[in-house]
């Protein structure tokens, strides 16, 4: 039977006030697997005012002290690794091993911000006037509201949340409709850990219903937003005109360019596992390649080659290299891709449909694809697909292969496979994405490093790493003047015309 989860308001787990649910389905077999409260801008509102109330005292805990409960939940995390990332394989496909990394982003990332509660600098600099002290200091936000999808249902709500409350907010949380299990395990842990009543509400229910009304809300002072870049610019459109901060991550068309003298058989792991890992699901994933025509034949068909012998199947089974889509309608979305690549000329060489044999027909199973002669402009070299389908671009010259990948309406993140030292220097300084590697996939991001892209990735800012506290800090100056007596600044001391 089918576990009944609720939300988590003002510290009570309590059932969506219009008593409706929805139930979550594992996408390697369609089973339900538990069933969660569908809460609408009523629930919103219910958890905007626990956050709001319990703001007020959770800001003067000393951010060392908050930062603990962060550090303590990153332990519960580590303990219950094992049981988060099976429920999140279960929800939303990824293969086990792949489920583990996720936890453990979430893991470092506690470790991560929870130094930053000892560290949380400001800034002091000289007064122009004598006897009068400068400074600046981190402040929190207030309510701030973080919304996230669904394909790293663990690490990026830690990215997210993490920072937010040792930075001293409160917060309310959406996690994506097709896991709110990994969401459920992850605020549950915080209460185990010790965060008072009211400092993290959690919301299920669907982006129109919640992530909507958490938007307009007026007592939400700041969003956190992970998804799409369709439904993301809609909320920095909203928000914006409310005076709200919005923080927007993206999607991705993430390229690796293969240069003539590359390690063709390195070059070749590390594009299938930024293409097929995940699915296919990943923001960094690697879905274009910019190979030198010199080895374009040998690199296709390294990769052909490696896509077709992918096994596929339930990530929970051992040996899995493939699990499913995240649900039948991503399979719909992937196949149409397909279909207009073909249609626009470009060869397929692997995959390009579904597995109908034994119980994958069950599942959102799609086939690890492959299309070689793929014009730069085509639809499926240029919009991102968010499936195991990767197309290889013809390139003649390492500026061709960066004048393509800059001119992507993304910039999340690209790579570079050469031997040659200038190459790789002039590729990391001229390829325009927030993230750029060399000799590496498109992903496997650290968490202390700065994570985020350019264009229409995001919106300027940048999670995780020395800048994790940015999104959900604002900065106060301070003077403070000893001198008794009153001093003008820019008037009692200005240097006169012609002095
Ligand atoms: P969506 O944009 O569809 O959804 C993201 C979240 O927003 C979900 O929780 C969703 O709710 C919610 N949502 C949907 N509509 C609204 C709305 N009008 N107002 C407020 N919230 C709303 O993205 P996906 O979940 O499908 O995730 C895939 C996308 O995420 C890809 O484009 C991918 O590139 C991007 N992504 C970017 C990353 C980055 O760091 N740049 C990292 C990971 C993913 P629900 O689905 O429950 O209805």
Known sequence: MAETYQNS???????????STFCNRNPANGEVIGEFPASGPEDVGDAVEAARRAYGSWRLVPAPKRAEIVFRAGELI????????????????????EARGDVQEGIDMAYLAAGEGRRMYGVTTPSEMRDKWAMSARVPIGVVGVVTPWNFPFAI???????????????????AG??????????????????????????FGSGSQVGDPMVAHPGIQAISFTGSTEVGLGIAAKGGALGKRITLEMGGKNAIIVMEDADLQLATDAIAWSAFGTTGQRCTACSRVLVHERVHDALAALLVERARGLKLGDGLEPGTEVGPLVNPAQVERVHAYVEIGTQEGARLAAGG??????????????QPTVFTGVRPDARIAVEEIFGPVLALVRVRSLEEAIEINNASRYGLSSSIFTADVNRAFAAMRDLDTGIVYVNHGTTGAETHLPFGGTRGTGNGHREAGHTMLDPFTEWKSIYVDFSGRLQRAQIDNATEPGS
């Open 9 to 19: 308001i003002g510290g009570r787990w309590v059932a969506a006030r219009g008593g």
């Open 178 to 203: 097709d896991t709110p299990e990994s969401a459920w395990h992850f605020v549950r842990i915080f209460e185990e850990a010790g965060l008072p009543p009211g400092v993290l509400n959690l919301v």
């Open 157 to 175: 709500p830690a990215w997210k949340l993490m920072p937010a409350l040792v930075a001293g907010n409160t917060a309310v949380f959406k996690p």
């Open 78 to 97: 580590r303990g219950r690794k094992e049981t988060i990332a099976c429920a999140m394989t279960r929800e939303m496909g990824k293969v086990l091993v």
């Open 353 to 366: 449909g579904r597995p109908t044999d034994g119980r994958l027909a069950r599942g959102s199973f799609y």
